[in-house]
């Protein structure tokens, strides 16, 4: 088990589009951006007439933070106050703090922030000062495509909307973030483990493309001796309940339907006879919800996937499994038992406050429980809790006062 120090390092996804939404499709937009990385810099816009009253690189702070504000209220535009959600972001970044972000070009780049948030109006970058308050990196790290980066956080720049500037506040995704940083610039810090798949937790590693091609190929193993193959023409007509169909000269099609972390309802597809078989996959579903439904609809043409047989796929057959490999400890997915947890939590009061064994966001002032699926949920204290995904007691804060109970709960597990 490891012990991994935050120290209070907090992971930022940044929008660099300093453009109105009129200019967001320019072909400006991407040369300004490549500016930015040459010049090691990420900032927001907003930008106001050159403010006298504060000096260049000053940094953001509650004073120079309010001569700006007074200097942007003076612009029409501005008199909403859409800069304040990101203002309000930047002044919380701190020296050591990780970006990143996506270029119009769809090439990542992720850096380690150099200092904190400064004034640089008077930067003038690929020929205008569009940025009003910015940060260096010590390098941007560039990922030319999406293969070489989790699709968790991908997922992440997949919204429909995206703000300037966000704070990572999951766990999961923050420790994705400073690992991948670490293993592409060789710089070892935190040292963060890679996370133990297991069944119940694989399928947030996929994204909805993944998840889709992983079902065709149980779909695949399953029919191929009956002479079945994907129509990839089915993938690219939309159809509401189906994602694609597999055809074979003998018998009806073969559909499926699939949802990464939406619920399905099987009666939907209960009286549908034009298809041999309907596969369907829910990541939602439980083990014990998935078999249930597997006995409900069996003598049916309706199939429920549980994540089981999914996994199984995975490991045995799927061409992902490198990839996850990468990223993910895919081969040892040992995670300490609900049981173990529970008697540490009842035995030893103290540990209970650096116990967490679901993925969450820092949950202040909530004491743990357990829900229906046996899994401890909250934590009481937002600073320091366990991770089984990582094998890891994470400290959010480099306060040593928790050196005690981590130890006793480190002895507890014998580890």
């Known amino acids: 088990m490891n012990t991994i120090y935050l120290h209070g390092v907090k992971c930022w996804i940044v929008n660099l589009m300093p453009f109105s939404e009129k200019k967001r499709d320019s072909f400006k937009v991407l040369p300004f951006q490549k500016a930015c990385i040459e010049h090691k810099i990420f900032?927001?816009?907003?930008?106001?007439?050159?403010i006298t009253d504060i000096p260049d690189n000053a940094k953001l702070d509650d004073f120079s933070k309010k001569i700006y504000e007074t200097k942007a209220k003076e612009k029409e535009e501005?008199?909403?106050?859409?800069?304040?959600?990101?203002?309000?972001?930047?002044?919380?970044i701190s020296d050591g703090d990780f970006v990143i972000m996506r270029l119009k070009n769809s090439h990542y780049y992720i850096g380690r922030i150099i200092g904190n948030a400064k004034y640089i109006q008077r930067l003038f970058v690929d020929g205008a000062n569009r940025l009003s308050?910015?940060?260096?990196?010590?390098e941007w790290i560039e990922l030319e495509n999406e293969e070489k980066i989790p699709s968790e956080i991908v997922g992440r720049f997949s919204q429909k909307y995206h703000s300037t500037i966000q704070q990572v506040s999951n766990l999961r995704l923050k420790a994705l973030i400073i690992s991948l940083y670490e293993h592409k610039s060789n710089k070892c810090g935190f040292n963060i483990p890679k996370i133990f798949l297991n069944e119940s937790n694989f399928v947030t590693t996929l994204n909805y493309m993944e998840l889709e091609d992983l079902v065709s190929q149980f779909i695949y193993d399953k029919h191929r001796e009956n002479g079945y193959v994907l129509l990839p023409s089915s993938c690219k007509v939309n159809k509401q309940n189906y994602e694609f169909s597999f055809v074979s000269k003998i018998g009806k099609p073969i559909t499926c339907q699939v949802k990464n972390q939406e619920s399905i309802d099987p009666k939907g597809y209960a009286k549908e006879d034009s298809y041999e078989k309907i596969y369907l996959f829910s990541g939602k579903w439980s083990q014990e919800e998935a078999d249930r439904l597997k006995e409900?609809?069996?003598n049916t043409n309706i199939y429920i996937i549980s994540k089981s047989e999914l996994y199984k796929t995975l490991n045995e057959n799927s061409y992902l499994k490198n990839k996850l490999a990468e990223f993910y400890n895919i081969d040892n997915n040992t995670v300490h038992s609900y049981e173990m947890i529970k008697n540490i939590l009842e035995e030893n009061p103290k540990t209970k406050e650096c116990i967490v064994y679901k993925?969450?966001?820092?949950?202040?002032?909530?004491?743990?429980?357990f829900n229906d699926n046996r899994k401890i949920i909250y934590i009481e204290n937002y600073e320091c809790f366990y991770s089984p995904e990582f094998n890891s007691i994470f400290i959010n804060s480099s306060d040593k006062t928790y050196d005690d109970s981590i130890e006793k709960f480190k002895n507890t597990f014998d580890i």
């Open 78 to 92: 501005y008199r909403n106050e859409p800069y304040k959600s990101a203002l309000n972001s930047y002044q919380e």
């Open 133 to 138: 308050w910015g940060c260096n990196v010590d």
């Open 43 to 50: 900032g927001m816009g907003w930008g106001t007439d050159i």
């Open 359 to 369: 993925k969450c966001r820092f949950t202040k002032n909530k004491i743990y429980k």
């Open 296 to 298: 409900e609809y069996k």
